[in-house]
């Protein structure tokens, strides 16, 4: 048995072990363990498959990555896209998977590499999108958490995560383990690429984000009840990121909408000013992700004009940084001088809230969401 498949082992048994009276739900173990998580994806089975596919993508001379998924695969692959540029040099793009199949790029051949993600490894029609990029010559990666998978089994090479099969819908630990991996996987790759990017601070914050999690998450949780109490009532909410947290946004979009069962949306912070901000009122939300980078004083002077507006404002920032005005909610999470590593920060408080929201039961079960509805259930059987 693979070093993987025993660690995917001990996550499920742990958390079928764990005592359930605390919080009875899955989704709520699967938070608390992404710092284990991440630990974990320096095992050397994961080492190993980073090293092929480096290697491979050296070999073959690859000059473009296209990053594929669906909701959260296609969020992280957002992050990522930024990673690789700013690391590797090699352009990126971030694509759902139907469209790029839909819609194939152009520049799409035997010089590309494309990363498929999906948490199952069995999502529908992943393995007909992997025969058409080989039917292109181009090279696929599988980027999932479940070893012997559809889509494990179709792709030239596979990124495995650690935690393995998850039994709630939410994705959380899967997200943040594979953003974690693909990471690594452009830190290798600027490496080898001569460009001397990745500098050995760099490297070090990186290897300290599981800690710096670790810590954070327990002390968040105590908090996390009394924020959620703060915006409960909010009829909806804009969700409002910049660079890699736009990818922050769109996930914790979904978190809110899926727990809360109110609308909330996404927007980049400059597409949120150009429109949407306009149709702010009293009694909605509003989330600023300001990390580190170059909006991030923007996003702080737009919560203060979102706040004159009269919304419930919420806003996630270093430890070191101050607000320009009040805000009715402050979300200080753990400080890294790197835009591209914050993702993995950032998001972690946010499922924590949107899992306290969902312990209000007004969005669905919190590991099942509305699956179980017999309305929702009839309505979904006609997409099959």
Known sequence: MSEQKKMSNGVMKKMSNERRDKHPYFIWESIMMIPEILENCFNQDTIDQLVKVTQEIERRNIQRLFLIGTAAGYFSSIAERYAF?????????????????????????SDSAVFFHSHSGGTKGDPDVVQMVKNR??????VTDVQGSPLANCVDDVILGPGGRKPE?????????????????AIKLGKTS??????????RQYRKIPGLLKKFISKYEEKSPKDRDVLEKCSSFFVIGSGPNYATACESAIGFSQSLGVPAQAYPL???????????RKGMGVFLIAAPGPMQERMLLTAKVCKIVGAKVALILPEGKEPLDDCDLLIKVP??????????????????L?????????????DRLAMDRPEFKKAISLLK
């Open 85 to 109: 540029e700013t690391l590797s040099s090699i352009p990126a793009t971030a694509l759902i998977t139907s469209e790029f199949r839909a819609y194939p790029p152009l520049d799409f051949d």
């Open 137 to 142: 010559r181009a090279y696929t990666i599988g």
């Open 169 to 185: 819908m939410p994705a959380t630990r899967t997200y943040a383990s594979a953003l974690y991996r693909m990471i690594h996987l």
């Open 194 to 203: 001569g460009v001397e990017k990745v500098t050995p601070e760099y490297e």
């Open 270 to 280: 400059r597409n949120f000013l150009h429109g949407p901000i306009q149709t702010l």
């Open 335 to 352: 400080e890294v001088d790197f835009e591209t590593l914050s993702p993995l920060l950032y998001i972690t408080p946010l499922w924590q």
């Open 354 to 366: 949107a899992y306290q929201f969902s312990l209000l039961n007004r969005g669905g079960h919190p």
